[in-house]
């Protein structure tokens, strides 16, 4: 094995708010030799999210925090490039939690293959990913069919194959994003009604587009779409939890919704998601919303940006609302 010099992003400190690029370095690490049962993986496609800014705060989660001074862990798509384990050989393509990074060594356990006759290898990032992986798992989480569904952020990686997957299940689908050019996409993705929450109140837009209520709520952004549903949702309704977007970088917690007391006046459930759960489903998943996308019956968009040295303004852009689909950092 040559010397192998791979550039990386560390976490310099901590974010009180939004992030900035000062919070972040980008740092070059030389890869020790290749040890025997390991390999080495170059990756090709990175993923930046918006859950990675909880994990750039000090405090106790579902996992634990990025550290200071370390390079920072996300999913990606990558090639081997050498390997002494018998499971990989070179040019297999492979998933990982390493991302952030352009090369790194691993055992065969740390690696999930998948196909390269899938184009593009990103798309295992995204609608065949961990955001495809959440939106398919929060509708099975309370059993979505024949529906009437409201999807907030509707236009980023996980609301668009939310929204393209209910349709498939006979549901009526409403979404709402933030500007002309993500509207126009989730009518490409067949959503049935949508709206941008930025040109009128949400409650408004979602009374106007669903006039006799909706049963479910998937919940990407929290705050005031998640107070709008909680108006909008029809006895026995149920909530998705997935994210809560609007409120990330919030330097003090928002308070809770005012008519929260809804929950018990209209029965309502409410659950929380976490994709690691489902990833004892993961082979399910695939058959199911890989044949959706083989079949041509899931878009998959993404909005890409190329370089390590980018990765930093891509995710930020995250909380600009820059990404329409799924954001991806390309490398070079």
């Known amino acids: ?27 070059q690490h030389q890869l020790a030799p290749l040890p025997e049962g390991q390999v080495l993986v170059r990756n090709l496609y990175l993923s930046v999210d918006p859950y990675m800014r909880g994990r750039m705060n000090d405090t106790k989660s579902y996992v634990p925090p990025f550290e200071l001074g370390k390079t920072l862990e996300g999913a990606a798509v990558g090639e081997i490039v ?33 196909s390269r006759e899938i184009q593009p290898l990103s ?46 299940r006979g549901c009526q689908v409403i979404g709402s994003a933030g500007s002309p050019e993500k509207i126009q996409f989730l009518q ?19 009374n106007q587009a669903a006039p006799d209520g909706i049963d479910v709520y998937f919940d990407n952004v929290g705050g005031e779409t998640l107070a709008a549903a909680l ?6 309704g149920r909530i998705i939890a997935c994210g809560g977007i ?11 919704p005012a008519n929260l ?14 994709v690691i759960d489902s990833l004892p489903l993961l082979g399910e998943f695939e058959r199911e919303v890989g044949g959706y996308f083989r079949a041509g019956k899931l878009i998959n968009k993404e909005t890409v ?28």
Request: hydrophobic share 45%; with cysteine.
């Open 231 to 236: 108006s909008a949702l029809r006895i026995h």
């Open 82 to 114: 050498e390997s002494r384990a018998e499971a990989f050989k070179p040019g297999d393509v492979v998933t990982s939690n390493c991302g952030w990074r352009e090369y790194f060594i691993a055992a065969p356990q740390q690696l999930h293959p998948v």
């Open 305 to 332: 940006v190329v370089g390590i040295d980018r990765a930093v303004e891509a995710f930020l852009g995250l909380f600009e609302g820059k990404n329409i689909g799924k954001m991806v950092v390309k490398l070079d």
């Open 123 to 168: 798309v295992y990032l995204g609608a065949l990913g961990a955001t495809g992986l959440t939106a398919w798992a929060g509708l099975n989480l309370v059993d979505v069919n024949d529906d009437v569904i409201f999807i907030s952020g509707a236009a980023g990686a996980v609301g668009s194959v939310a929204g393209q997957l209910a349709k498939l």
């Open 261 to 274: 007391f809804n929950m018990v006046i209209k029965r309502l459930t409410m659950k929380g998601l976490i």
């Open 1 to 27: 094995m040559t010397t192998i010099i791979s550039r990386e992003i560390q976490l310099a400190s901590r974010p009180n708010g939004l992030p900035t690029a000062a919070n972040f370095s980008l740092v």
């Open 188 to 206: 490409e993705c067949g959503f049935d009604r949508v709206f941008n929450y930025k040109t009128a109140s949400v409650l408004e837009q979602l």
């Open 246 to 256: 609007s409120g990330y970088n919030d330097e003090q917690p928002q308070p809770g």
